[in-house]
Nanobody, 114 residues
């Protein structure tokens, strides 16, 4: 079992930045960030494998950066140049499956105003 606790969400104006953190109870090979906007399905944001191989959704490429610090057992998502369409609940996930992740956090809310 891996416990995940997200933090760092909040309200920011368009063009601003936020850094999300996800504290994990055990190290895993593969972790990711997802988000779910009101009335929409959950969508992939970013993932990291073996501390170095990263992937991003096209909608955040060049604006968001995922990093993982195993010394602190923390996953980060640096979000820059935020847009109103980035408004969502952001979830941390751990341990990749074929088309999903095994463990999920409770989420942290991000609101971007224009």
């Amino acid at each position: 079992q891996v416990h995940l606790v997200e933090s760092g969400g909040g309200s920011v104006q368009s063009g601003g930045s936020l850094r999300l953190s996800c504290q994990y109870s055990a190290r895993t090979y593969c972790m990711g960030w997802f988000r779910q906007a009101p009335g929409k399905e959950r969508e992939f944001v970013s993932s990291i494998i073996a501390l170095r191989t990263t992937r991003y959704a096209d909608s955040v490429l060049g604006r968001f950066a995922i990093t993982q610090d195993n010394a602190k057992n923390t996953l980060y998502l640096q979000m820059n140049s935020l847009k109103p369409e980035d408004t969502a609940m952001y979830y941390c996930a751990a341990e990749c499956l074929v088309n999903d992740f095994r463990f999920w956090g409770q989420g942290t809310r991000v609101t971007v105003s224009s």
